[in-house]
Structures are given as C-alpha cells and as structure tokens.
C-alpha cells in the first residue's frame, strides 16, 4: 500500500496538522492554566466560526450568537467570566453542561472547528 519511505514523510506531516489545532495551555499572572486560541484575531477565521456557529450553535444561542436570554447570550462571556473566558468555553464544549441542556462537543466535532467558533465569538463580545 504505502512504502515505508512514503509512511516516514506522511506521518509527520498528519502530526503536525493534528497539533497545528490542539489547544495549547499558558499559566497566567493567577497561576491558572488557560487553553489559548490558535486562531485569535483572524479575520478570516471569525466569518468560517461565524458560520459554524450558526450550523451547530443557533438553535440554543441564537443566530449570530444574538440571543437575548442571558444564560444563553455568548455575546456577555467577557463580562461574566473575564480573562476566564476561554476556559469557561473550553470547559463547557468539551464536557458539555447536560443539566443545562448544552451537549459535549468533544469527539463530535474537531478542535478546529471548535476554536473557530470562539474566534467568531471573540468578534461579537459586548462591553457592558
């Protein structure tokens, strides 16, 4: 099927790209440990999040993340969580809030994907 020269160049390259969207983690001035989005402040990126967002996310958060119900109103986790933001996200999607009705997205979709609808929800994040 593959020779073993062909497997020594696509193994690395696979691994690479599976860590190239893996989250990584950097220790604040709190000594919290908080993932860091790989896609920060990607303009590009933020309309693909946006899209994404509205296939899997509107039907509880609504569509372009404007949801008027504050437990559900992505646009206000600056305010409630702060620099814990991030964490809070990567938190809640990876194991899910199920009392709450919010499903564990781990293994459902990638971490790409992932992080590419918190970049869009980093573009949407109201002030006060």
């Known amino acids: 099927m593959f020779s073993k020269s062909r497997i ?3 193994v690395p390259a696979a691994l690479a790209a599976v ?3 893996s989250p990584t983690f950097v220790r604040s001035d709190d000594a919290a440990v908080r ?6 402040g990607d303009k590009v990126v933020a309309k ?5 967002f509205n296939q899997f996310c509107s039907h509880c958060h609504g569509p372009w993340a404007e949801q008027g119900e504050r437990p559900r109103d992505l646009r206000r986790l600056r305010i409630r969580y702060d620099a814990d933001a991030i964490a809070m996200f990567y938190k809640t999607v990876n194991e899910g809030r199920l009392d ?10 990638p971490d790409a994907t992932l ?3 918190y970049t869009f929800l980093e573009t949407v994040q109201e002030e006060e």
């Not at 993932?35 to 920060?40: A, H, K, T």
């Open 100 to 109: 709450k009705g919010m499903p564990i997205w781990k293994g459902v979709l």
């Open 19 to 21: 860590l190239a969207c």
């Open 115 to 117: 992080w590419k609808i």
């Open 35 to 40: 993932p860091v989005n790989p896609y920060s």
């Open 48 to 52: 693909e999040g946006g899209s994404l």
């Open 8 to 10: 020594n160049v696509l």
